[in-house]
């Protein structure tokens, strides 16, 4: 169970295109807010390069690069944590079904690290029943 069901809403949202240059200026928005919670450089460039992950995952595998479709950013962000969700308007996917990146075949594989990556920077990572939808959580440090 996340610590923040997926029904609970967050209190800031913010809608962007399948857009990487329009995802960069979220992060942005989101760290700023970070640096003023007193949230260490160690703990911000954890969530700066889980949101990058996710929002590429959603931009990429979700929204199929797809100009035409929207990445929603969802977040609260105080003085204990950091609860951040990235959704996108793809059909979803089963996270148990992500190949392992570090297996034999697929470790010399330029990409498939994300979710590795966002697990083990991060103290939460949850997906919605759907798939199409991860709720990133990151206790300040």
């Given amino acids: 169970m996340p610590v923040v069901p997926f029904d609970q809403a ?7 295109a399948s857009d990487l240059h329009a995802a960069r200026q979220v992060e942005e928005q989101v760290l700023r807010l970070t640096e003023a919670k007193g949230y260490s450089k160690e703990c911000a460039f954890a969530i700066r390069l889980s949101l990058e992950e996710a929002l590429v995952n959603a931009h990429r595998h979700g929204n199929r690069c797809d100009a035409a479709k929207k990445i929603t950013v969802s977040f609260r962000i105080d003085r204990r944590r950091a609860v951040i969700r990235v959704s996108d308007e793809g059909s979803g996917f089963d996270p148990c079904c992500v190949p392992d990146p570090t ?6 594989l330029p990409n498939g690290r994300g979710i590795m990556l966002m697990r083990s920077y991060l103290d939460e990572v949850t997906y919605s029943p759907r798939g199409n939808e991860v709720q990133l959580v ?3 440090c």
């Fill in 10 to 16: 967050l209190p800031h949202r913010i809608v962007i």
């Fill in 138 to 140: 990151k206790e300040r």
């Fill in 103 to 108: 297996c034999p075949e697929r470790i010399c």
